[in-house]
């Protein structure tokens, strides 16, 4: 390469990076200030409902960005998204909304940071964070590890939506894994909010306890997981 194409190539990088400094910032910026607003919102089902159906036929566009803007601003909990979505659409079209705008925010997620590499991961998550997910490329079959892991309900998705990019496994066969493993909560949450909104309380309440049951089971049964493979790796270093 001469000269002037390596000052050519690092001014495009320059400029690269850049721009992705700047988007990140402006949509910190966003998170902070309409984050809060948002759950609070979305925390009153009624309100919610009411705010959605003023954007008539495009309510439906509207709940998927939304659901986007969650999956990706990490720090969002997505459950009230989901529950309120529910309450306003119903259980089948909450479900459906929800997993297009899971699944196009994960993969926007994924296709930015194996396009920047580690170092765009660092602006959504620690580095710490990063480093516990180490042990799984420890694995001779650390995809299907992966996989495994991403399914469980309660692990932190996100944040092996984050390692998985910097991986070389397949985006398309990922984005199937991000949508398997996010339906039984998004299903979950809108039958709980579908149940409020008709005055089932009882059910709903049922759901939770039992999602919430779920969900505390798969965050023990992965931090087993992740104790163990750290074990094995300090094991092998020895």
């Known amino acids: 390469m001469s ?4 000052k050519r190539a690092l001014i495009r990088r320059l400029i690269a990076w850049g721009v992705l400094v700047l988007v990140v910032s402006l949509f910190v910026m966003i998170c902070i200030r309409v984050g809060k607003p948002l759950v609070e919102l979305v925390s009153d089902n009624e309100r919610f409902k009411k705010w959605l159906d003023g954007f008539g036929v495009w309510s439906y566009l509207v709940f998927v960005l939304l659901m986007m803007f969650q999956t990706i601003a990490a720090f ?5 998204f989901q529950m309120a979505g529910g309450y306003a659409f119903g259980p089948l079209m909450a479900t459906l909304l929800s997993i297009l705008g899971c699944g196009l925010g994960s993969m926007f997620v994924f296709f930015l940071v194996r396009r920047f590499g580690e170092k765009t991961a660092l602006f ?3 580095e710490d964070k990063l480093k516990k997910l180490k042990f799984i490329e420890g694995s001779p079959r650390w995809k299907r590890l992966l996989v495994l892991l991403f399914i469980i309900p309660g692990s932190p998705k996100d944040v092996f939506n984050l390692f998985a990019a910097l991986t070389d496994i397949n985006p398309v066969k990922w984005l199937v894994v991000c949508t398997l493993g996010r339906i039984p909560a998004i299903i979950a949450s809108a039958i709980s909010g579908d149940a409020v909104s008709e005055g089932r309380y009882a059910e709903a309440i049922i759901v939770f306890l039992t999602l919430a049951a779920v969900s ?9 997981l992740e104790n ?7 094991g092998s270093d020895k």
């Not at 000269?3 to 390596?6: C, D, I, L, Q, T």
């Not at 505390?216 to 087993?224: E, L, P, Q």
């Not at 163990?228 to 300090?234: A, E, L, P």
């Open 216 to 224: 505390i089971a798969g965050m023990i049964f992965y931090r087993k």
């Open 76 to 80: 969002v909990p997505g459950g009230p």
């Open 3 to 6: 000269e002037e194409a390596g």
């Open 228 to 234: 163990k493979g750290k074990d094995d790796n300090n």
């Open 124 to 126: 959504f998550i620690s």
